[in-house]
C-alpha cells in the first residue's frame, strides 16, 4: 500500500463545468476525509466517512457539492456548476476510528475554476 | 477567533538556529497533530500528541493540556526544514481536525 493517492493532481476547468475528483485511501483505514485548502490557509473540513456512511459535513459543502463513498473503499468528490471561489486545493486523508494512530494525507488535488 | 491559532504565521531563520512554533486551542480535544506542508500540497505527519513530550530526530512537540498550549521546537534548522507546519487537534466530541493557519518556515543558508 504506497499511501492516500488522490487524482488528479492538477485540475483546470471552467466556470460553470462540472468536475469529479477521486481519493484512494488506505485499505485498512475505514474513516475518509475531505479538507479543502485556499492559498496561505489551513485546511477546513468538508466532509468524512466511515466505510461507506457519510458521517458528518461541513456548512462549507453546499449543495453543489456531493462525496460519495460507494463500496467502503475509494470516494469521490464532485463539484457542480463551478465558481471561481471553488478553487483550491482539494485534501484527502484516511484513518482508523477516531484518527487512532494519526491521519494519513494525500498530496492533494489542485482546482483552478478559469 | 479561530479554534485553532498559531504563531508566527510567518518565520525566517538562518540555518543552524533553534526554531519554536506555538499552538494555541480553545475547545476540548483528545489529540493534538503537527504536519508538514511543502509546496505543492503533501501533508506529512509530523507527531500527534495528547499528554507530555515528543522528539523525532532534531523535531520536539511538547503539549501542555491545562494551558491548551503546544509548541514545535526543530534544534540546529537546516534550509530542508523550510516548509509550512500546521498545528491541528481532534476535538473530543468528534473525528475530524481542525486545523490552524500554518506557519511558513523559511531556512535560510
Known amino acids: 500500500d504506497t499511501g492516500v493517492s488522490q487524482d488528479p493532481r492538477h485540475k483546470i476547468t471552467k466556470r460553470g463545468q462540472n468536475v469529479t475528483f477521486r481519493c484512494d485511501p488506505i485499505?485498512?483505514?475505514?474513516?475518509l476525509y475531505w479538507y479543502r485548502q485556499t492559498l496561505g490557509q489551513g485546511p477546513e473540513f468538508l466532509t468524512y466517512?466511515?466505510?461507506?456512511?457519510?458521517?458528518?459535513k461541513s456548512r462549507l459543502l453546499s449543495d453543489r457539492f456531493s462525496a460519495e463513498r460507494p463500496k467502503g473503499s475509494f470516494s469521490t468528490l464532485e463539484i457542480q456548476r463551478t465558481e471561481q471561489g471553488d478553487s483550491a486545493m482539494y485534501l484527502c486523508?484516511?484513518?482508523?476510528?477516531?484518527?487512532?494512530?494519526?491521519?494519513?494525507f494525500g498530496s492533494g488535488t489542485r482546482l483552478t475554476v478559469v | 477567533k479561530n479554534e485553532v491559532e498559531q504563531s508566527p504565521q510567518n518565520l525566517t531563520a538562518q540555518e543552524g538556529e533553534f526554531i519554536t512554533i506555538n499552538c494555541s486551542y480553545s475547545?476540548?480535544?483528545?489529540?493534538l497533530h503537527w504536519l508538514q506542508q511543502h509546496p505543492g500540497g503533501g501533508i506529512v505527519s509530523l507527531f500527534m500528541?495528547?499528554?507530555g513530550k515528543k522528539k523525532h530526530g532534531r523535531l520536539i512537540a511538547t503539549i501542555n493540556i491545562q494551558e491548551k498550549h503546544s509548541s514545535l521546537h526543530i534544534t540546529a534548522s537546516h534550509p530542508r526544514d523550510s516548509a509550512v507546519y500546521i498545528c491541528a487537534v481532534r476535538e473530543t466530541s468528534g473525528s475530524r481536525l481542525t486545523f490552524g493557519e500554518g506557519t511558513q518556515l523559511t531556512v535560510n543558508p
Open positions: 466517512f466511515q466505510n461507506e456512511a457519510q458521517l458528518e
Open positions: 486523508a484516511s484513518s482508523f476510528p477516531q484518527g487512532l494512530y494519526g491521519y494519513t
Open positions: 475547545v476540548g480535544i483528545s489529540a
Open positions: 485499505s485498512e483505514h475505514n474513516r
Open positions: 500528541l495528547s499528554s
